[in-house]
């Protein structure tokens, strides 16, 4: 079993920030990336960013510039911060963990946090 568990959501006005953090447990073998996604209601979840262990984090172009994703390998977390937020940030904030296995990759989520940012 993989836990992800999450962290750092909440209400901010516009033009805030606000940090996410992710913590990865369980049997974990050969993580190949961490990254988070979201979901605004009504729309289907996007990629926010995705740090994976060779080459430069990906972004999404509305977050590029305001959100920047870290990880610590040692502690397997991921983390997410989060500036200037608009209220289009709004939206549901799922950590992601990939891990490959024979060739296989496999996707782990966590319980999902909500961002809310009022105008």
């Known amino acids: 079993q993989v836990q992800l568990v999450e962290s750092g959501g909440g209400l901010v006005q516009a033009g805030g920030s606000l940090r996410l953090s992710c913590a990865a447990s369980?049997?974990?073998?050969?993580?190949?990336?961490m990254g988070w996604y979201r979901q605004a209601p009504g729309k289907q979840r996007e990629l926010v960013a995705y740090?994976?262990?060779?080459?430069?984090?990906n972004y999404a172009d509305s977050v590029k510039g305001r959100f920047t994703i870290s990880r610590d390998y040692a502690k397997n977390t991921v983390a997410l911060q989060m500036s200037s937020l608009k209220p289009e940030d709004t939206a549901v904030y799922s950590c992601?963990?990939?891990?490959?296995?024979?060739?296989?990759?496999?996707?782990?989520w966590g319980q999902g946090t909500q961002v809310t940012v009022s105008s």
């Open positions: 992601n963990l990939q891990m490959e296995l024979l060739g296989r990759l496999y996707d782990y």
């Open positions: 369980g049997r974990l073998f050969s993580i190949i990336g």
């Open positions: 740090a994976s262990n060779a080459g430069s984090p």
